[in-house]
């Protein structure tokens, strides 16, 4: 039977698109039809060449349009929103049909019960403390199942892949010292690693700026990545620096991945503060070289300079030591108060980056305790100032009340990078979009339009159809994903139609929770979770398991 007379019992058919497949090549104009969740017809130019033109129950006219596999964020932080909003436009309305969380090295699996609380805590910033989640899981198998039991057994919002998170296995296995593990250590780490990903995980993330993970040796770090690389999976570090030491930091982790024969995908690899201005040439020269020699390398940016990040987060690495209570025990004591102070604004933290931590730069962008919210959108500079006080003694006031649970955003980027790292081969997209606090980034509501109306149609940093393979083809090719990714027959109905004439992100630093326009259809499985512009009551997403 061929594809026409297969379309003709089609659940829809999308008429007369510009089809941009998500291979870069130049987009074509087809009607597309689908069925049961799936491609079954792409026929090219048909109004023009007098086919039979395929058939189905429901017909949209995509006149003007440009129809794209779903975009796939690489870099998310939905791990409870997936949870605990069905709704969850924030992604939706941008047409991303797939997310990969479990970044930046902490996660809500694997746990026990003292790791969770722990974990929680720590990360309170970008999920909330999660109480109004039921932590039904500890193993990565079990948060995938619930995953896909999503809202009464219907679903989530749009699909989610899981990284590992390095730190969370770490906080299981060791505990949140600064200390080598010991050989049974590692062996338990070892065993972890390969569960999750036995269990569906698609790879690793680590964040070497934050507790526990930063206390991990390259010597662990390698042999964790070994039994990542035997499973098919990938690497994702939030690496060492992106800072005073980002180069040095990349090259490590270079090196690191092609010593243990893994590949490496690097998150938000940008070249920030104000050491890294117009240096991105150099990262993309060491990428490039890594490449030429057989290295498997990838890499996901957001499209805009400002980074974001919890405030504790600045803190030196010492004074994490020992998790969330702990620290809070040493910023109450105002000798150690003050040697972190020192740290951050004399030395360069590690955990800023190296640099020393200029205030005017830091806004904070959401807390946990209301009476706090007074400071949100402030920088910590002005706040002191309205305080009357100095910069560190109102941060180390916001870090104590807040219990750690203030976000920043870092106005520390440099546009020039931002538009070299976007052009590279390697590159793919992701938002590293925190959706808690008041005032979050608008890169969480926004990135992906924002790569299609700011750096494609204003710009021309981008051509339409290569911004699309950045965002769809290329991202489903790190994660192996055999039928996703791409508009073609057998493949998954996850695509989004968009006015490449309008589509621009609402989102905002002043409205940041402002959804995307010219992006009037998203479908997931083949259903409609974005039509007509609206959100509608479709939960078609499930856990994307390595396969």
């Not at 079990?142 to 679903?155: S, T």
């Not at 020393?356 to 400071?375: C, Q, R």
């Not at 790292?421 to 005032?439: Q, V």
């Not at 589509?503 to 979770?529: N, Q």
Request: charge should be negative; charged fraction near 25%.
């Amino acid at each position: 039977m061929d594809p026409v007379e297969l379309a003709d019992y089609a659940d829809l058919v999308i008429r007369d698109a510009d089809v941009a497949d998500g291979t870069g090549t130049s987009s074509y104009r087809a009607d597309v039809a689908v069925k049961d969740g799936r491609i079954v017809s792409v026929v090219k130019e048909a109004a023009a060449a007098g086919c039979q033109r395929p058939r189905a129950r429901r017909e949209l006219d995509a006149e003007g349009l440009v129809l794209a596999p779903g975009f796939i964020d690489m870099h998310a932080h939905s791990d409870l929103a997936l949870l605990r909003d069905p709704d969850h436009s924030a992604k939706a309305a941008q047409g991303v049909t797939l997310e990969v969380v479990g970044q930046d090295g902490l996660s809500y699996a694997p746990v026990d019960d003292r790791t969770l609380a722990e974990v929680r805590r720590a990360i309170s910033g970008w999920n909330g403390d999660g109480d109004d989640i039921d932590f039904t899981w500890r193993s990565v198998g079990e948060y995938l199942d619930r995953l896909d039991h999503g809202f009464d057994g219907e679903g989530i919002a749009v699909n989610a892949a899981y990284l590992v998170p390095q730190g969370t296995v770490r906080a299981l296995a060791v505990g949140w010292e600064d200390r080598a593990a010991t050989p049974e250590e590692l062996d338990r780490m070892r065993r972890l690693v390969a569960e999750g990903l036995e269990q569906g995980a698609v790879g690793m993330s680590a964040g070497l700026t934050y507790t526990s993970g930063m206390y991990a040796g390259d010597a662990e770090l390698t042999e964790l990545c070994r039994v990542v690389a035997a499973h098919g999976g990938y690497y994702c570090p939030h690496h060492r620096s992106y800072g005073a030491g980002a180069l040095e930091a990349y090259a490590e982790t270079v090196r690191l991945a092609r010593e243990a024969g893994c590949p490496l995908h690097l998150a938000h690899a940008t070249m920030n503060f104000a050491p890294n201005k117009g240096r991105a040439g150099e990262l993309l020269t060491l990428l490039d070289e890594a490449l030429a020699a057989g290295a498997d390398i990838t890499l996901d940016t957001y499209p805009y300079t400002p980074g974001c990040t919890t405030l504790v987060a600045l803190l030196p690495s010492w004074a994490g030591e020992g998790g969330p209570e702990a620290v809070l025990g040493r910023l109450a004591d105002e000798d150690t108060a003050e040697r972190i102070r020192h740290h951050l604004e004399v030395t360069g933290s590690d955990g800023c980056h190296g640099v020393p931590v200029e205030w005017e730069t830091i806004e904070i962008s959401g807390v946990t305790v209301p009476a706090l919210a007074k400071y949100v959108g402030l920088t910590v500079r002005e706040a002191a100032a309205r305080r009357g006080e100095e910069p560190w003694t109102t941060a180390r006031r916001l870090l104590v009340e807040d219990r750690l649970g203030t976000t920043v955003l870092q106005h520390v980027g440099h546009e020039e990078n931002v538009r070299a790292i976007m052009r590279h081969r390697a590159h793919t997209g992701g938002s590293d979009g925190i959706l808690r606090g008041t005032k979050p980034h608008p890169r969480a509501y926004g990135t992906f339009p924002r790569y299609l109306g700011r750096y494609v149609r204003e710009l021309g940093v981008l051509s339409l159809e290569e911004c699309v393979a950045h965002l769809t083809g290329r991202p489903a090719a790190r994660l192996r994903l055999p039928d996703r990714g791409v508009v073609r027959e057998g493949y998954r109905a996850d695509l989004v139609l968009f006015d490449p004439a309008t589509v621009a992100p609402g989102s905002t630093f002043e409205r940041p929770r402002a959804l995307p326009t010219g992006i009037p259809y998203v479908l997931i499985d083949g259903r409609f979770v974005i039509e007509d512009g609206r959100r509608t009551d479709v939960l078609a997403g499930r856990a994307v398991r390595r396969t």
